[in-house]
Antibody
Framework: EVQLVESGGGLVQPGGSLRLSCAAS????????MSWVRQAPGKGLEWVAN????????YYVDSVKGRFAISRDNANNLLYLQMNRVGVEDTAVYYC???????????WGQGTLVTVSS | DVVMTQSPLSLPVTLGQPASISCRSS???????????LNWFQQRPGQSPRRLIY???NRDSGVPDRFSGSGSGTDFTLKISRVEAEDVGLYYC?????????FGQGTKVEIK
């Protein structure tokens, strides 16, 4: 059974930094593309970033380019999202997701809430 | 970026009756490999999203067969043949053909 467990969310001040983590199990993580998707309170879903299995391919939505960085630790089945220079518009539940199928999000974690506020 | 437009945004339905959600993309979702990466997700209240359909019409394991997807190019549809109480929630289409991946605004399905 695929399990994705996010952690690292919380309250952060505007301009601050936060690193989200996702512990993956139940599938061959080192061979799987992974994604981050977010959902602002009461709003729809927004894809944030993808990373391929060997970290050579990374893609970001324009609104986070240059501020967020996706990475992974294949030895320990961990996915990360480093969030820098955050703004109130980054307040959202952040979901870790498995993207084993091309062009798709196959499985989702339970999400971790990031609140940007002073 | 590819804009995904869903309609309606709110869909009150009677139990046992059919429901249909439209999703239109601002450009063709046919990728150079010949596949069309159009997905449908369900998000029940208080839960994480769950994928129902991938590549237009392929139902995920465990998804009831009352859910079906169809369409091509820029025009896609999710149909529920007979709505049940557990189908209440938000439904999103998502394209994975072009970077950045983009979602529709979501359609709220509720029981009349």
């Amino acid at each position: 059974e695929v399990q994705l467990v996010e952690s690292g969310g919380g309250l952060v001040q505007p301009g601050g930094s936060l690193r989200l983590s996702c512990a993956a199990s139940g599938f061959t993580f080192p061979k799987t593309w992974m994604s981050w998707v977010r959902q602002a309170p009461g709003k729809g879903l927004e894809w944030v970033a993808n990373i391929n299995d060997d970290e050579k391919e990374k893609y970001y939505v324009d609104s986070v380019k240059g501020r967020f960085a996706i990475s992974r630790d294949n030895a320990n089945n961990l996915l990360y999202l480093q969030m820098n220079r955050v703004g109130v518009e980054d307040t959202a539940v952040y979901y870790c997701a498995r993207s084993a199928s091309p062009g798709a999000v196959d499985d989702w974690g339970q999400g971790t809430l990031v609140t940007v506020s002073s | 970026d590819v804009v995904m437009t869903q309609s309606p945004l709110s869909l009150p339905v009677t139990l046992g009756q059919p429901a249909s959600i439209s999703c239109r993309s601002s450009q063709s979702l046919v990728k150079s490999d010949g596949n069309t990466y159009l997905n449908w997700f369900q998000q029940r209240p208080g839960q994480s999203p769950r994928r129902l359909i991938y590549k237009i019409s392929n139902r995920d394991s465990g998804v009831p067969d009352r859910f079906s997807g169809s369409g091509s190019g820029t025009d896609f549809t999710l149909k529920i043949s007979r709505v049940e109480a557990e189908d209440v929630g938000l439904y999103y289409c998502m394209q994975g053909t072009h970077w950045p991946w983009t979602f529709g605004q979501g359609t709220k399905v509720e029981i009349k």
